[in-house]
Every structure is written in structure tokens, then in C-alpha cells.
Nanobody, 123 residues
């Protein structure tokens, strides 16, 4: 089992930045690829970004490339999502998730999930 706890969400003005964190506990964190997803009210959960076990490979939703950056610190069992130039349409509940697969972009490919952290971007 892997337990995931997100933090760092909040209210920010358009154009601002936030850094989300996801702290993991349980089985070896470095064995898992990690991903960030988000879900806005009335919408499907969508992939945001992913990172491989050692952090050497990162992958993003095409629409978010250049504004969001995923990283991880295996010594701290933590994965991060740096979000810049935020827009009102980025408002959503953001989740981190763990997968044994590399390069996974579908929610069904992730085995463990956090409870989410809310990000609200005002115009």
C-alpha cells in the first residue's frame, strides 16, 4: 500500500503560481511512477503530468506543457507540481497518484490516489 497526501492548493489570482506537494508513505516510493491529475466540477478527471521512478522522464498533457512542471525528491518521498501563469480554467481538485507503469496517462493505470487539494484561480 502507498498512502498519498497532497498539499499546497489554495486561491490564487490569474497569472500567479502555486506549487503542489504530494507526500508518500508506505511501500517504496521510488518504485512508482507518479502522476498529477485534476478534476473540475462536472468534468472528467484529466491527466496533468507524470514522472518516472527516478525522475529522468517527465510527460505532460499537451495543453499544459510550458506552464506546469513535475518533479520528485525520492529522499523526501515527495512529488511536486509547479504551476505557473495560472488561468481560471485551471481551477480544479488536483490529485496525485502512483503507478507501477511508466508513462501512464490514464487514471485507470494508477493504483493509488490521494484525496486531492483544491486549486482555485480567480480572474
Amino acid at each position: 500500500q502507498v498512502q498519498l497526501v497532497e498539499s499546497g492548493g489554495g486561491l490564487v489570482q490569474a497569472g500567479g503560481s502555486l506549487r503542489l506537494s504530494c507526500a508518500a508513505s508506505g511501500r517504496s516510493f521510488s518504485r512508482y511512477s507518479m502522476g498529477w491529475f485534476r478534476q473540475a466540477p462536472g468534468k472528467e478527471r484529466e491527466f496533468v503530468a507524470g514522472i518516472s521512478w527516478a525522475g529522468g522522464n517527465t510527460y505532460y498533457a499537451d495543453s499544459l506543457k510550458g506552464r506546469f512542471t513535475i518533479s520528485r525528491d525520492n529522499a523526501k518521498n515527495t512529488v511536486y507540481l509547479q504551476m505557473n501563469s495560472l488561468k481560471p480554467e485551471d481551477t480544479a481538485l488536483y490529485y496525485c497518484a502512483a503507478s507501477v507503469r511508466l508513462g501512464a496517462k490514464a487514471a485507470t493505470q494508477y493504483e493509488y490516489w490521494g484525496q486531492g487539494t483544491q486549486v482555485t484561480v480567480s480572474s
